[in-house]
Protein backbone atom coordinates (compact mmCIF):
# COMPACT_ATOMS: atom_id res chain seq x y z
CA UNK A 1 0.00 0.00 0.00
CA UNK A 2 2.85 2.75 0.71
CA UNK A 3 4.47 1.45 -2.63
CA UNK A 4 1.27 2.30 -4.50
CA UNK A 5 1.33 6.28 -1.69
CA UNK A 6 4.72 6.70 -3.18
CA UNK A 7 3.73 5.61 -6.75
CA UNK A 8 0.37 8.09 -7.27
CA UNK A 9 2.61 10.89 -5.23
CA UNK A 10 5.40 10.74 -7.78
CA UNK A 11 2.58 10.96 -10.81
CA UNK A 12 1.18 14.14 -8.86
CA UNK A 13 4.32 15.68 -8.40
CA UNK A 14 5.22 14.79 -12.30
CA UNK A 15 1.67 16.36 -13.29
CA UNK A 16 1.87 19.14 -11.25
CA UNK A 17 5.75 19.92 -12.52
CA UNK A 18 4.54 20.02 -16.28
CA UNK A 19 1.57 22.08 -15.71
CA UNK A 20 3.77 24.67 -13.90
CA UNK A 21 5.97 24.60 -17.03
CA UNK A 22 2.99 24.80 -19.97
CA UNK A 23 1.88 27.80 -17.71
CA UNK A 24 5.12 29.56 -17.52
CA UNK A 25 5.61 29.04 -21.43
CA UNK A 26 1.88 30.14 -21.63
CA UNK A 27 2.42 33.34 -19.59
CA UNK A 28 5.52 34.34 -21.63
CA UNK A 29 4.40 34.09 -24.82
CA UNK A 30 1.12 36.29 -23.89
CA UNK A 31 3.70 38.79 -22.26
CA UNK A 32 5.89 38.22 -25.45
CA UNK A 33 2.98 38.32 -28.14
CA UNK A 34 1.15 41.72 -26.00
CA UNK A 35 3.93 43.58 -27.00
CA UNK A 36 3.87 46.24 -24.43
CA UNK A 37 7.49 46.01 -24.22
CA UNK A 38 7.74 47.34 -27.81
CA UNK A 39 6.56 50.71 -26.88
CA UNK A 40 5.99 51.94 -30.91
CA UNK A 41 9.80 50.61 -31.98
CA UNK A 42 9.35 48.84 -35.62
CA UNK A 43 12.08 46.25 -34.27
CA UNK A 44 11.46 42.60 -33.78
CA UNK A 45 13.19 39.86 -31.94
CA UNK A 46 14.53 37.68 -33.98
CA UNK A 47 13.22 34.09 -33.74
CA UNK A 48 15.92 32.36 -32.47
CA UNK A 49 15.75 34.89 -29.17
CA UNK A 50 14.69 32.87 -25.64
CA UNK A 51 12.21 34.17 -24.65
CA UNK A 52 11.59 33.27 -21.08
CA UNK A 53 14.70 34.59 -20.48
CA UNK A 54 14.10 37.82 -22.40
CA UNK A 55 10.92 38.67 -20.07
CA UNK A 56 12.82 37.55 -17.00
CA UNK A 57 15.79 40.35 -17.51
CA UNK A 58 13.38 42.58 -19.01
CA UNK A 59 11.43 42.34 -15.84
CA UNK A 60 14.19 42.48 -13.19
CA UNK A 61 15.44 45.69 -15.25
CA UNK A 62 12.67 47.12 -16.89
CA UNK A 63 14.17 51.00 -16.69
CA UNK A 64 17.34 49.45 -18.73
CA UNK A 65 15.06 47.67 -21.46
CA UNK A 66 12.94 50.69 -21.75
CA UNK A 67 16.14 53.34 -22.58
CA UNK A 68 17.70 50.90 -24.74
CA UNK A 69 14.00 50.25 -27.08
CA UNK A 70 13.56 54.33 -26.50
CA UNK A 71 17.16 54.33 -28.02
CA UNK A 72 16.32 52.10 -31.09
CA UNK A 73 13.25 53.45 -31.77
CA UNK A 74 14.48 57.43 -30.96
CA UNK A 75 17.54 57.64 -32.93
CA UNK A 76 18.21 58.50 -36.30
CA UNK A 77 20.80 55.70 -37.30
CA UNK A 78 22.02 57.88 -40.96
CA UNK A 79 23.20 60.46 -38.88
CA UNK A 80 25.01 59.15 -35.84
CA UNK A 81 28.46 58.49 -36.00
CA UNK A 82 30.29 55.34 -34.77
CA UNK A 83 31.59 55.45 -30.98
CA UNK A 84 30.02 54.29 -27.70
CA UNK A 85 27.22 55.66 -26.61
CA UNK A 86 26.51 55.31 -22.77
CA UNK A 87 22.65 55.23 -21.90
CA UNK A 88 22.90 54.26 -18.08
CA UNK A 89 26.12 54.22 -17.17
CA UNK A 90 28.26 50.66 -16.82
CA UNK A 91 24.24 49.03 -17.03
CA UNK A 92 23.48 50.04 -20.75
CA UNK A 93 25.34 51.55 -23.56
CA UNK A 94 25.58 51.42 -27.03
CA UNK A 95 28.58 50.74 -29.40
CA UNK A 96 28.00 52.07 -33.07
CA UNK A 97 30.19 50.71 -35.78
CA UNK A 98 30.48 50.71 -39.41
CA UNK A 99 32.96 48.60 -41.79
CA UNK A 100 33.48 45.49 -43.65
CA UNK A 101 32.06 42.31 -42.31
CA UNK A 102 34.61 39.19 -42.04
CA UNK A 103 35.64 35.75 -43.92
CA UNK A 104 33.67 33.22 -41.71
CA UNK A 105 37.41 31.67 -40.92
CA UNK A 106 38.28 35.16 -39.09
CA UNK A 107 35.60 34.85 -37.08
CA UNK A 108 34.65 33.32 -33.68
CA UNK A 109 31.98 31.92 -31.32
CA UNK A 110 31.92 33.93 -28.20
CA UNK A 111 29.28 34.34 -24.88
CA UNK A 112 29.57 37.05 -22.14
CA UNK A 113 28.56 36.13 -18.53
CA UNK A 114 27.87 39.84 -17.15
CA UNK A 115 26.17 41.39 -20.40
CA UNK A 116 23.47 41.05 -23.17
CA UNK A 117 23.87 41.61 -26.56
CA UNK A 118 21.06 42.95 -28.34
CA UNK A 119 22.45 42.83 -31.88
CA UNK A 120 20.69 44.99 -35.15
CA UNK A 121 22.52 45.46 -38.31
CA UNK A 122 21.11 48.88 -39.58
CA UNK A 123 22.52 49.06 -42.85
CA UNK A 124 24.26 45.89 -44.63
CA UNK A 125 23.70 42.04 -44.00
CA UNK A 126 25.70 39.82 -42.14
CA UNK A 127 25.31 36.29 -41.28
CA UNK A 128 24.80 35.35 -37.41
CA UNK A 129 25.70 32.34 -35.57
CA UNK A 130 23.28 30.92 -32.85
CA UNK A 131 24.48 28.64 -30.57
CA UNK A 132 24.23 26.78 -26.46
CA UNK A 133 26.86 27.39 -24.52
CA UNK A 134 25.97 24.15 -22.56
CA UNK A 135 26.84 22.36 -26.22
CA UNK A 136 29.97 24.42 -27.26
CA UNK A 137 33.63 23.53 -26.51
CA UNK A 138 35.84 26.39 -24.37
CA UNK A 139 38.48 27.35 -26.71
CA UNK A 140 39.69 30.16 -24.98
CA UNK A 141 38.67 30.47 -21.26
CA UNK A 142 36.63 33.56 -19.60
CA UNK A 143 38.20 36.77 -19.85
CA UNK A 144 36.81 38.76 -16.62
CA UNK A 145 37.88 42.44 -17.70
CA UNK A 146 36.72 41.74 -21.45
CA UNK A 147 33.84 39.62 -20.28
CA UNK A 148 33.99 36.92 -22.72
CA UNK A 149 34.77 33.20 -23.50
CA UNK A 150 35.50 32.22 -26.72
CA UNK A 151 33.88 28.87 -28.36
CA UNK A 152 33.46 25.67 -30.72
CA UNK A 153 30.06 25.05 -31.38
CA UNK A 154 27.36 23.41 -33.69
CA UNK A 155 24.77 26.17 -34.76
CA UNK A 156 22.51 27.32 -36.74
CA UNK A 157 23.23 30.65 -38.80
CA UNK A 158 21.08 33.12 -39.91
CA UNK A 159 20.58 36.43 -42.02
CA UNK A 160 20.24 39.73 -40.72
CA UNK A 161 17.19 41.98 -41.40
CA UNK A 162 16.36 45.48 -41.16
CA UNK A 163 13.44 44.84 -38.98
CA UNK A 164 14.73 42.35 -36.48
CA UNK A 165 17.22 42.10 -33.48
CA UNK A 166 19.09 39.52 -32.23
CA UNK A 167 19.32 39.10 -28.50
CA UNK A 168 22.51 37.08 -26.70
CA UNK A 169 21.87 35.99 -22.77
CA UNK A 170 24.93 34.54 -21.07
CA UNK A 171 23.62 30.82 -22.37
CA UNK A 172 23.76 31.85 -25.93
CA UNK A 173 26.89 31.86 -27.46
CA UNK A 174 27.30 33.73 -30.70
CA UNK A 175 28.81 34.52 -33.78
CA UNK A 176 28.62 37.69 -35.05
CA UNK A 177 29.77 40.00 -38.11
CA UNK A 178 30.33 36.92 -40.94
CA UNK A 179 30.63 38.35 -44.78
CA UNK A 180 27.34 37.17 -46.90
CA UNK A 181 29.30 38.79 -50.08
CA UNK A 182 31.52 40.84 -51.38
CA UNK A 183 29.33 44.52 -50.82
CA UNK A 184 30.04 44.14 -46.76
CA UNK A 185 29.77 47.61 -45.21
CA UNK A 186 27.70 46.91 -42.33
CA UNK A 187 26.13 49.79 -40.09
CA UNK A 188 25.60 48.05 -36.21
CA UNK A 189 24.25 48.92 -33.47
CA UNK A 190 25.28 46.81 -30.37
CA UNK A 191 23.44 47.62 -26.83
CA UNK A 192 25.03 46.07 -24.42
CA UNK A 193 22.85 45.51 -21.48
CA UNK A 194 23.74 44.35 -17.79
CA UNK A 195 22.49 41.18 -17.11
CA UNK A 196 20.86 40.09 -13.73
CA UNK A 197 21.19 36.81 -12.07
Known amino acids: MKRYFLQQGILFFCVAMMLSACSSVRRTEKW ?5 WYNGMKLYPH ?6 EFESQYNKNKAWWDSAFKFLKETD ?16 YVNVTVGPMRDFENTKWEAHRHTIDLQYTYKGTE ?7 SKARVIDPYNEKKDVAIYDAEGKFYLTRPDTFFLFFPGDAHRPNIKVDE ?8 VKIRYTD
Open 183 to 190: DNAVKKIV
Open 127 to 133: KMGVAPV
Open 32 to 36: FMHGK
Open 77 to 92: FDKIAPGKYPLDGNNV
Open 47 to 52: VSVNRH
